[in-house]
């Protein structure tokens, strides 16, 4: 099972919208795509599951959307404190249960 | 709030087992909703699914392709934690390690603090 391709890296200034893409087979099958943000040295933390839902607490600034095999996630009115690097996940049904992306780093100019 | 604390050596020698335990806090390793995973992070690899284990009724496992044959994932009710074994460890298998709690196929919810594991004699 490939893993999902992201973009590297997107930037943008403080204020700002960005869209980070997320595209792979297994997106367009199963409603099970979520969304992770991942400080340095800390663990993923889970911003987006089943497609577009936020957990319980966590900004609206962060959405999501999902067009046939690609999957999005925006982030608005951009802060300082959102730059870190983002990852993608589809649920496969198969023994590799999940598939992750490889990763984008976001940057606040 | 759901806590896993992370627990096991940082170095283990080429061709031996990786061992890595799990306490889970604020939920059980038998619940019939959640599946409990383990998974790791390099930076030739990136992140990597290696498998879970769940209760439903009786316990199952999912392995990844990737280290099937060489993984087993298993549940200490009594203690509330589940483990990972990696055999016949190479240099390709350092990565931080990390488990989490999935729910419902709906992705990874808690995480635990991540282990550097080095593969080096």
């Known amino acids: 099972q490939s893993a999902l391709t992201q973009p590297a890296s997107v930037s943008g200034s403080p204020g700002q919208s960005i869209t980070i893409s997320c595209t792979g087979i297994s997106i367009s099958t199963y409603n099970r795509v979520s969304w992770y943000q991942q400080h340095p040295g800390e663990a993923p933390k889970l911003v987006i599951y089943d497609d577009t839902k936020r957990p319980s607490g966590f900004s609206y600034r962060f959405s999501a959307s999902k067009s046939g095999n690609t999957a999005s996630l925006t982030i608005s009115g951009l802060q300082a404190e959102d730059e870190a690097d983002y990852y993608c996940c589809s649920y496969t049904g198969g023994d590799t249960v999940y598939v992750l992306g490889t990763g984008t780093k976001v940057t606040v100019l | 709030q759901v806590q896993l604390q992370q627990s096991g050596p940082g170095l283990v020698q080429p061709s031996q087992t990786l061992s890595l335990t799990c306490v889970i806090s604020?939920?059980?390793?038998?619940?019939?909703?959640?599946?409990w995973n383990w998974i790791r992070q390099s930076p030739s690899r990136g992140l990597e699914c290696l498998g879970r284990t769940y209760y439903r009724s009786r316990w199952y496992n999912d392995y990844a392709e990737s280290v099937k044959g060489r993984i087993v994932i298993s549940p200490d009710t009594s203690k509330n934690q589940f483990s990972l074994q990696l055999h016949s460890v190479t240099p390709e298998d350092t990565a931080v390690y990390y488990c989490?709690?999935?729910?419902?196929?709906?992705?990874?919810?808690?995480w635990g603090q991540g282990i550097l594991v080095t593969v080096s004699s």
């Open positions: 604020g939920d059980s390793v038998s619940s019939n909703s959640a599946a």
């Open positions: 989490a709690r999935g729910v419902a196929a709906s992705g990874f919810d808690f």
